[in-house]
């Protein structure tokens, strides 16, 4: 079996790694099947996958290979139907968990140790605790008000020129209306057009009244309230920060209250992601109906989970551990769907007992780089309703009707999850919003409409050498605004949000229509249009993308620096912190970087623009799937320009991630 999996390995179909782990253990057991076990366990880790299900061993095709040298490894190995759990269990190397071995064979998925522990813990961590203690007519009251209805907002964007029908749906949609049949609409349409002032919208509250509406901002406010872990998740627009804000003002003033301010933190996984849940919480505020006092408790920088944490430099392990722990009541961490398994568990670790956790996420994004899909999954085993005790307290926080989502099962993690199912920053007049949702739901028909349909916020074109030629000039036109900032010696903040303003997002890294390619090509067309120089690694506005965790420096992989000269011309990188600070570094002291006028979809997780390009290769690949697309086009705050052919679409739209975890059935045994 080693002679064979040497083979692959020179052949480059298995990495060094598998290879070296699989000798390993077949060093400690001389067994082709283990040997066989152990290359996939490390080559499936290395796909992102957390565990190896027994029934992997059946499937026609092993790493990537044709049936031909699949069926070759499996004689080899002795692989057969017969290879079951007792078999396997009897190997020196392969345990149930009761002791220490490198493989773990647990509700029949193969793990290494450390992973095995890693979903152990944090399955552990998410089904712990029971409801919160609660004032519930305290909570109930601030619920009201912090959710109550914004006819000042109402009264600026209702268009009552509309038809009945168009303005009935702009009802429907910004008072949450749920059950429109129990509305006296002819009133209400009176009320809308005749309302001189937005004070005077207030009679629709008489019309409209709470029981026939549904916001679920408010529901999740409510859950999170009453749990020691939960998650909020939704897509775009839907208001993921603007609920947990509401919800950190309600627990403040409950604790204020009880004379006890809790301890909050907001973290991110990245330091873009951390910048913007900054600024989000931030733009927030303003709009909160709570006290001065209270507002200004509610804390507005967030940092990573790398320095929450505290990263000790050249270990892996953190400050903040079991025997260590944070000082804090409540944690708030935003992007969760990029936190792997083994952050996950570092991060819960080092959580005290008594700590609030929640996550915030939109679950249909891109899965972690490294292994595990946590959010995904939390959300998976969380469907299906709540259980009866929570529905009604639920009702009794928010004066809505949950009946209908009420669940048969009570189970911890199934009263520790929201959806925002209602998306503010897109309607029916939006491309982006409606082709975000078809390509979610991988409605290919719609995915097509929706691009034909002329939405002024998208445009779909061929990967033709014409458009080719077309998309480098776009691009190189999306840059011009920041360069002619440095050229008019604006201000490093300025120059900076106008180079956030636009970017063009890739599937890959090489190759003509890869991140290296273009990137090259858009620094052309820009020395074409004579704003950057011809030669010279470091230039005047070179903008550049940090790849690796830098702590000492407090610069992480994703941030990005422009090139910029100082007041003695000297050439420094300038970066936004996400505490809003201006960070300038020597380019000799840079940790490992690339060139960004382009980038790929996965780095700019935590990230949107008003202006999104994006293009996928000529052919598919493995790494194009319905998720990457999704996440893709979700970048896009205001304009979308997609750059692809439609067989290639259409073919990663059907293709979507699936990671090998346990987690989903831990949680639905607690």
Known sequence: MLNALRQLLDTQKIRPLDYQFARLMHDIDNSPLVSLIAALLSHELGKGNVCLPLSFLTQDVFFDLDNITTDTLKQTANLSSESNRQQLLSSSVIGDGSAVTPIVLDNDNLYFYRYWQHECTVAAFLSKGSELSLDQKAASTILERLFQRDYTFLFSVL??????????????????????????????????????????????????????????????????????????????????????????????????????????????????????????????????????????????????IHRLLGVIP?????????????????????????????????????????????LLGDRDQLASVDAGSVLGDICTAAEGGYSKSQTVLLEQLTGFHLNQWQGAQELPIKNRFCLLRKSYRFDARSGIGTLAAAVNAGDLHTVKTTIDSGFQDIQRHQLTDAYYTQMIASAAQGYMSYLEAIREKLDERTIIRRFNNFRLLCAVRE??????????EIRSQLVQRHYLPSEGLWYTGR?????????????????????????????????????????????????????????????????????????????????????????????????????CNNQVLNQAIKKRTVRFSGLIERLQQS
């Open 511 to 520: 190759g003509k229509y890869g991140v290296e390619g273009l990137n090259k």
């Open 314 to 358: 050249g270990r892996p392990e953190f400050r903040h551990h079991s025997k260590n722990q944070l000082h804090l009541d409540i944690l708030v961490v935003d992007e969760a769907s990029m936190i792997d398994l083994t952050l996950m568990r570092k991060l819960m670790d080092a959580l005290p007992d008594h700590a609030r956790v929640i």
């Open 543 to 643: 903008p550049v993308l940090i790849t690796q965790n830098a702590h000492g420096l407090n610069l992480y992989n994703g941030d990005i620096g422009i090139a910029l000269p100082d007041n003695d011309g000297k050439l420094k990188v300038v970066f936004e912190l996400p505490d809003g600070s201006i960070k300038h570094l020597l380019p000799s002291r840079l940790p490992e970087h690339q060139t960004v006028f382009a980038m790929t979809i996965h780095k700019s997780q935590g990230s949107e623009f008003n202006h999104t390009m994006m293009v996928l290769p000529e052919k598919m690949v493995p790494v194009l799937t319905r998720e990457l697309v999704y996440t893709g086009i979700t970048r896009a705050k205001k304009q979308l320009n997609i750059y």
């Open 159 to 304: 268009d009552r020129s509309a038809s009945d029908d168009n303005i009935r749906t702009q009802l429907i949609k910004w008072l949450d209306i749920e059950l429109p049949d129990q509305v006296d609409w002819s009133a209400c349409l009176q009320t809308v057009q005749t309302a001189q002032t937005a004070e005077e919208l207030r009679l629709l509250d008489s019309m409209i009244p709470t029981e026939v509406c549904l916001n679920w901002q408010k529901v999740a406010a409510a859950l999170a309230s009453t749990q020691p872990f939960s998650v909020i998740s939704g897509g775009p627009g839907t208001g993921k920060t603007t609920t947990v804000t509401r919800l950190l003002a309600m627990l403040i003033e409950l604790g204020d209250q009880a004379g006890k301010v809790p301890d909050i933190r907001l973290v991110a996984p990245t330091g873009k992601a951390s910048a913007r849940l900054t600024e989000s919480i931030g733009g927030a505020l303003a709009s909160l109906h709570c006290s001065d006092s209270i507002r200004q408790l509610i804390p507005t920088q967030a940092g990573t």
